[in-house]
């Protein structure tokens, strides 16, 4: 946290004394005077990115009875809609089929519904069109593949990544034709020991003097 101090000037004000003699003035702080300070507050965020899980570390496992989850979200009921225009509440929505659809045996009206997507059980009620949805569904416990009880860890390497990465593997590597990439039998255009002092054909060569 940045400290910061500032100071201002405080609001005086002229005190008139009048007397038999006369009057007299003098300059006395305003304990009155009210001060409007503008504030702007900044924040930096700094984004850790992803974190791993240890899925090597030996995991305990609590429970594998059946847990009941429960909790309150944002209506989901549009998306059973039908593409048919009807008014009649039967015809509105896709019919419950043991894992999607609302179950208008359990729904009264059109104001208290009970539907289900993906096996998840939800349950409005519309009141002066406000909608107040709840949910549940059944868990095996800590041996469901939704549990993940292992250790999770920082790899600093993923710092500030807030998706997944992006492959792309069309990348193709244009090389440049350079001495450096070429055969030796390239060697055939060398006339003189000066131009293999100098080759760069990737090689070394040690050179004797024989004469």
Do not use: W
């Amino acid at each position: 946290m940045e400290f910061i101090k500032k100071s201002i000037l405080q609001k005086n004000k002229l005190n008139v004394v009048t007397t038999s003699t006369g009057s007299t003035c003098t300059i006395i702080p305003d304990t009155n005077a009210v001060y409007n300070f503008k504030i702007v507050l900044t924040s930096e965020v700094k984004n850790l990115g992803f974190f791993n899980v240890n899925m090597d570390y030996d995991v305990p496992q609590i429970s594998s009875n059946p847990v009941i989850v429960t909790g309150t979200t944002e209506s989901r009921l549009s998306e059973l809609l039908k593409y048919t225009i009807t008014e009649n509440f039967i015809n509105m929505y896709l019919v419950y089929d043991g894992f999607n659809g609302v179950d208008y045996a359990t729904s009264p009206s059109n104001q208290n519904i009970t539907y289900y997507i993906n096996e998840i059980k939800y349950h409005d009620i519309i009141v002066d069109g406000v909608s107040t949805t709840s949910y549940e569904f059944y868990t095996i416990g800590s041996t469901s593949p939704q549990f993940i009880n292992a250790p999770y860890f920082k790899d600093f390497n993923n710092e500030n990544i807030v998706s997944n990465p992006e492959i792309k593997d069309d990348v193709f590597i244009d090389r440049q034709q350079i001495s450096a990439f070429e055969n030796n039998y390239r060697l055939e255009y060398i006339k003189s020991l000066l131009d293999l002092e100098t080759y760069a054909g990737g090689n070394f060569f040690k050179i004797v003097n024989n004469t």
